[in-house]
């Protein structure tokens, strides 16, 4: 089997990578800027801009069957500018599928995310409602883009495709960044802060949780042209609000919306559950290691 890997030395697909190692397969790992330390005789490297360069040639050459494409731009936060995002999630990712039409792919794992979906009244399934374009971020806003040409254009390809979208993960390598990193910037201002829908019911995962279903569901191969699977936990479940709390253990903020309303972004797991047996990640200790290191910084 060979398999073509994109963001190998991201969180998730670092751990992919080295799942991977396991099987008798041989690996196209691609990176952008920091290669994987990962030292195996199946497994080869390239970067971005020799990707590019070369004009995908290296891929066709390769002649993967199965491409797992978590390589994406997340924040603007992170230097890169919406122009940056969208030419790496958007236009980097349609150039792959267009290269790769009428090749030896069978299967095409592209890793979305949960962020789409509108907030919910109940647990989300793979057909809850999507929120329109207008309301999402550059970062969503390219993920949905691709699963939209991908639907319109399926019938050109000869591969299926799997839209895996995942919810949010929590390591201890994120303390820095995302909302920690702004709500770390109001404590030690004693800025009160507001919080949008504090009765909220996010779900939280690990980037090892995903990596593990992510090669769990490649191993069942998907049965359609088309298929969405939601990737979470289902059960590590926290009201926005509580969670701001416990975590913080603060009272530093101004709930904008009724208390009385309870939304989900929280996955129903039906479809995931006949890919996925996982355990269930245990957020706890990162949840610990992310209070200590916020007390010592408001310190």
């Given amino acids: 089997m060979r398999i073509l890997l994109t963001g190998s030395s991201g969180s998730i697909g670092s751990k992919v990578l080295k799942s991977l190692e396991k099987y008798k397969c041989h690996i196209l790992a691609h990176y952008h800027s920091n290669c994987p330390k990962i030292k195996n005789k199946k497994i080869s490297y390239?970067?971005?801009?020799?990707?590019?360069k070369k004009d995908f040639k290296i891929?066709?050459?390769?002649?993967p069957e199965i491409v797992i494409h978590l390589a994406a731009i997340g924040l603007i936060s992170s230097?890169?500018?919406?122009?940056?995002?969208?030419?790496c999630n958007f236009n980097f990712t349609k150039s792959l599928i267009n290269n790769l039409i009428n090749s030896s792919v069978k299967n095409f794992y592209f890793a979305s995310t949960a962020k789409?979906?509108?907030?919910?009244?109940?647990?989300i399934n793979e057909k809850s409602k999507i929120k329109p374009l207008s309301k999402l971020n550059t970062y969503e806003k390219s993920k949905l883009m691709i699963e939209k040409y991908v639907q319109k254009n399926q019938n050109n390809f000869s591969f299926n495709f799997v839209s895996l979208r995942i919810f949010p993960t929590i390591d201890k390598d994120d303390?820095?960044?995302?909302?920690?990193?702004?709500i770390q910037k109001n404590i030690k201002k004693n800025i009160k802060f507001k919080i949008y829908n504090?009765?909220?019911?996010i779900d939280f995962n690990t980037s090892s949780f995903v990596s593990k279903c992510i090669i769990n569901i490649i191993l069942k191969k998907p049965k359609k042209k088309y298929n969405i699977i939601n990737i979470g936990s289902g059960s590590n479940n926290y009201k926005f609000s509580d969670f701001i709390n416990n975590l913080f253990k603060i009272q530093n903020y101004i709930p904008t919306n009724d208390k009385s309303i309870t939304l989900y972004h929280s996955p129903d797991l039906k479809i995931m559950s006949k890919y996925c047996k996982i355990k269930k990640p245990n957020i706890k200790n990162i949840f610990d290691e992310i209070d200590i290191y916020l007390s010592n910084i408001i310190k």
């Fill in 46 to 52: 390239v970067n971005t801009k020799n990707l590019i």
């Fill in 59 to 63: 891929i066709q050459e390769f002649k």
């Fill in 79 to 87: 230097g890169k500018t919406k122009l940056n995002i969208m030419n």
């Fill in 116 to 123: 789409i979906y509108q907030y919910s009244s109940s647990k």
């Fill in 175 to 182: 303390i820095k960044k995302n909302i920690f990193a702004r």
């Fill in 198 to 201: 504090p009765n909220l019911v």
